[in-house]
DNA sequence: TATAGAATGCAACTTTGTTGCAAAATACTT
DNA sequence: AAGTATTTTGCAACAAAGTTGCATTCTATA
């Protein structure tokens, strides 16, 4: 029990970091969402934040999200099937102030899950003369690890 | 006025080679939402489409884009924005039976078109061991050729 | 701790997408 | 070419997703 609130405690205290670092202020449910993405092992859609933070108004968990976009907390995730898929961006992406968030993402067919694979960099490509590039994605469909199992 | 008839006729014919092709009946719905692609120099969201053939129901429009995409015809297009685009299968897509659509996707934060960048494919990468590839997209945000002059 | 400013919750609304079913159109048979 | 089986369409009703204005509550700060 101690040591719940303890571990609790940390996250607190790492999510009121995260929020006065992109001067926000400290509210219960801002912390609720941050913690929600901060245990997630997967980017995470709009319903499933509904679902876990239920205490909360829709309008809210709207307004909590787009903030969070509009500060570079989070990022949003292209995904084939056109669901909006929400996930944390790395440290550095944040304290950097801009969004590079240059992994590879994986969806999988089976459970449903979008991951990020952190530790697959989107190769470089060369665009057509004229045209210039802000962002590149790369999402990959398929089978993740754990349904092959 | 005979060879806007003409011209005509030669995409009614294609509309109806592609709808044969693919084993669908052929109806002026079908056959107006081909035309509608094959005249978009971009990919087209389902309002889009839904302004550009008002004469028919919002709810065919959706049943006729979901039997176009099931078919193979046309493809959905992930984007940042999480806006659903559509957009037609090359020919050879088509033919082959199955769905391969390798190149790479740009999204202009300007005008906000997608465009399909024929000529640039996707470039392979490794998945980490236990993963399973079906299907890749990579899609580019930016400013565009055309916005850019 | 008082207060200005920001965030939240509620209600009402718009947009987007889905489903069942009767009517209409298409394809097929003869 | 006409009749019939099958498919497609439009309508209505609904469900889900997202937005906006405003009064209330909460947070930061002096």
Redesign the pocket.
């Known amino acids: 029990m101690i040591f719940l609130n303890s571990l609790q405690n940390k996250m607190g205290a790492q999510t ?1 970091l995260i ?2 670092t992109s ?8 912390k609720k ?1 941050l913690e929600i993405f901060l245990s997630a092992s997967t980017a995470l ?3 499933d934040i ?1 679902k876990l933070a239920e ?10 999200l ?2 969070f976009l509009d500060r570079g907390i989070i990022h949003t995730i292209p995904t084939t099937d ?3 898929k929400y996930a944390l961006c790395s440290d550095d992406c944040i304290t950097s102030g801009h969004h590079h968030d240059n992994h590879v993402h994986f969806l999988c067919d089976q459970c449903g899950r979008t991951l990020c694979l952190d530790d697959v960099s989107i190769p470089a490509i060369t665009l057509p003369k004229g045209y210039s590039m802000k962002e590149i994605n790369m999402v990959v469909n398929g089978i993740c690890k754990t349904c092959m199992e």
């Open positions: 009121e929020l006065k001067s926000l202020s400290i509210t219960s449910s801002r969402i859609a709009h319903q509904e205490q909360y108004d829709r309008v809210t968990i709207y307004r909590t787009q903030t056109n669901t909006i």
